[in-house]
């Protein structure tokens, strides 16, 4: 083939008058494609190693139907504000003594970040798929609920060997002297849930929505919704230990919050349909 | 009744009270002090068990296992080391160790006996315990195993300490063989409950219950001796010339079993330093808080200093070896508490970077925890020193098992052989010359 000769150096310029609105949103459309199937496969590739080296979206991480309803709670780390009030809510729904908590919200900070100094972190038992706590009790006082999914206890079985409270990998449990027996989060079950309600009293008195409490097995549950969407990272706090915990974190930023509740053009993964 | 009295004194070398009231001012005088302590001990435990633990003892949610916890493991592994130590000779057939079998099992079911008396004031709810660990076992926990296992040893131990006061060996060595089994079987299990927490990473892993058998070995040698060089002092007539062999070989497997755990400790630490969760445990023992406690108590009294000496006693020197081994006790229990206090100073949440959870716990036992763990070692030790009376230094006429064609000297207590067609006095005079 053949290619023609031309003389740039002789070549007039026409100038950019010349070329038309709709020919320059071409151009910017195919650079924009370009750049954005490079930056998007190199984000892509990011969170894919994200994902197989700690933690990768909720629906990975969470075991399906293994209990009906299967509560789990989504906690939206950036949300929380420190106010404590689930904490007060918790110790005053279930007579939490004042040498001890159930949950409490711990504060991590950053140093030569930008945007942000300083988080905070609820926490509390994770009502693990493999709870280590169970596995360590002699008299099976503390068990997981084959319906629910929520570990409890039998009070009258504990024997105060506090195995469990050495087992637990999040520091979820304390010994109650006026129970004479360990003393753990439920989720509410024995003051709220099996009452009727549907909220956790920690998760109804989050003023801004950080505790979020549902059913992991409900596809209109918020909880699920939170915790197989690919938008934003899910991760569950201690994954090395191999518990397969029920409570999930992510950052959970207002924008992202905002497309799930209105369900509008909010993709998430549904099992499923795979 | 009385005649059967005299059959047992006679049979099982039972001196009774008698015995013991017999004995000197000054050892009364010990034995009643260390009662006086032990009472004092147990009523201070039995002032926290009803006031409430929570208010006495310095245990806390994050560190919830605390002296007592420590206390009890260093009486069980003693225990469980005396049967290890005394099976070589008894169950296995190792004529040199065959003199330490009596008082070794006697020891064992006294040490395990006061390690259950210190964690009874541990567990909260210990006669809920009674019931539901027979009602509602759960068969994946080793807490369970642990009760189940550890009260199968002592039955198994009192079969064989009572068959050994019986003269009846042969069930002896069977119930011997099967307790040893089943001890060892406990007490790796013991090590199994911290290293199957893999929350904790310090314990994490097949080391303990490996390091928990090699450890025991250690402390029951370690403790014979102390007993047997201590029983020495107390009553010269149990050294005999089969008493000195058994000294002997006992200094040189004590001292195989410390260069054992000299080994085990060393790769600890190197391990240890590589490893995030490790990490600053290790650093608090090398220059932290717990410096003190690992490099004097547990490296120097426990090990080095022990292999030293006994090297040096040559299995002769039997004060030495009794001052040896009385350090040497005294750093294996420090040796146990470093085990379980520096497992749950880092906090779970450590890792996470939160400032809750940037620094190490620290625990400190209270007076409460102090004196219920003394109240255990001090029933060990009273009934150590009453045993030694009551049951006549643990002397038997024959307390082993004697080939046949074999008869116990009366003079050396050794096992001598007959020629063919020999008598006793001949064999006597042959080994003995001017006998």
Same mark, same amino acid.
């Given at each position: 083939m053949k290619f023609p000769k031309i003389d740039f150096d002789a070549m007039k310029n026409e100038g950019t008058g010349s070329v038309t609105a709709v020919e320059r949103r071409k151009f910017l459309k195919l650079g924009f494609a370009i750049a954005g199937v490079y930056a998007g496969g190199k984000i892509l590739s990011l969170t894919s190693l994200v994902g197989s080296a700690q933690a990768s979206t909720g629906a990975e991480r969470a075991v399906q139907d293994i209990y009906s309803p299967h509560y789990a709670m989504v906690i939206r780390q950036s949300m929380c504000i420190d106010c404590e009030r689930c904490v007060e809510a918790c110790t005053k729904t279930n007579d939490v003594p004042d040498y001890a908590y159930r949950t409490r919200i711990l504060t991590k900070k950053y140093i030569g970040t930008l945007d942000k100094a300083v988080e905070f972190i609820p926490v509390l038992c994770n009502h693990c798929n493999n709870p280590p706590c169970v596995r360590g009790c002699p008299t099976k006082a $503390?068990?997981?609920?084959?319906? $629910?999914?929520i570990v409890r206890m039998e009070n009258k079985k504990c024997i105060g060997c506090k195995t469990c409270m050495l087992a637990c990998p999040y520091d979820a449990r304390y010994f109650n002297e006026e129970k004479h027996a360990i003393d753990k989060c439920d989720f509410c079950w024995e003051k709220r849930l099996s009452k009727g309600e549907t909220q956790t009293g920690c998760s109804a008195a989050c003023p801004t929505g950080a505790r979020t409490f549902g059913d992991l097995s409900d596809p209109n549950s918020i909880v699920y919704k939170l915790v197989h969407q690919i938008q934003e990272e899910v991760w569950v706090l201690r994954p090395e230990d191999n518990t397969k915990p029920n409570v999930f974190y992510m950052k959970g930023t207002i924008g992202s919050v905002d497309a799930i509740l209105k369900g509008s053009k909010f993709k998430y993964f549904d099992p499923t349909k795979v | 009744m009385s005649e059967m009295m005299i059959n047992i004194s006679e049979k099982w070398g039972y001196h009774g009270v008698a015995a013991l009231k017999k004995a000197s001012p000054g050892y009364k005088m010990v034995i009643g002090f260390f009662a006086l302590v032990a009472l004092a001990g147990l009523l201070v435990g039995l002032h926290g068990k009803f006031v409430g633990y929570r208010h006495v003892y310095n245990v806390t949610k994050e560190i919830p296992w605390g002296m007592l916890i420590s206390a009890y493991i260093f009486c069980v592994v003693t225990s469980t080391g005396l049967c290890i130590v005394s099976s070589f000779g008894h169950v296995f057939g190792n004529e040199a160790l065959m003199p330490i079998a009596k008082r070794a099992v006697f020891l064992s079911i006294i040490f395990l006996l006061g390690g259950f008396c210190i964690i009874f004031f541990d567990i909260e709810n210990p006669f809920r315990m009674a019931i539901w660990n027979v009602i509602s076992p759960n068969f994946r926990s080793n807490m369970w195993w642990m009760g189940t296992l550890y009260g199968a040893y002592m039955v198994f131990m009192m079969i064989e300490y009572y068959c050994l006061l019986n003269q009846n060996h042969t069930v002896s060595r069977i119930v011997g063989f099967i307790g040893l089994t089943v001890g060892i079987a406990a007490h790796s299990n013991l090590g199994g409950i911290f290293g199957m927490l893999h929350g904790r990473p310090f314990w994490y892993g097949p080391y303990l219950p490996i390091y928990f058998i090699f450890s025991a070995a250690m402390s029951g040698g370690c403790a014979i001796l102390f007993f047997t060089t201590l029983a020495a002092k107390i009553n010269p007539e149990i050294m005999n010339q089969r008493m000195e062999r058994a000294v002997k070989s006992l200094t040189l497997l004590t001292i195989y079993f410390i260069a054992t755990i000299i080994f085990f400790t060393i790769w600890k630490v190197i391990t240890g330093l590589v490893s995030e969760g490790k990490y600053p445990i290790i650093m608090s023992f090398l220059t932290g808080d717990y410096a003190i406690n690992f490099l004097f108590f547990e490296v120097f009294l426990g090990m080095v200093l022990p292999l030293f000496l006994l090297i040096l006693s040559r299995g002769r020197r039997y004060t030495l070896i009794m001052w040896t081994t009385g350090l040497m006790m005294i750093g294996i229990f420090f040796m146990r508490y470093d085990i379980v206090i520096p497992g749950q100073m880092v906090p779970v949440y450590h890792s996470l970077g939160v400032v809750e959870a940037s620094h190490l716990l620290s625990y400190v036992p209270s007076f409460h925890e102090i004196m219920a763990s003394i109240w255990g070692l001090c029933f060990i030790i009273v009934a150590y020193l009453a045993g030694e009376k009551m049951l006549n230094g643990h002397q038997l006429q024959k307390h082993e098992i004697v080939p046949e064609g074999a008869y116990i000297c009366p003079g050396c207590g050794g096992i001598h052989y007959m020629k063919e067609g020999e008598t006793m006095e001949e064999a006597m005079k042959r080994q003995h010359g001017s006998w």
């Open positions: $503390t068990y997981k609920d084959p319906v $629910t999914g | -």
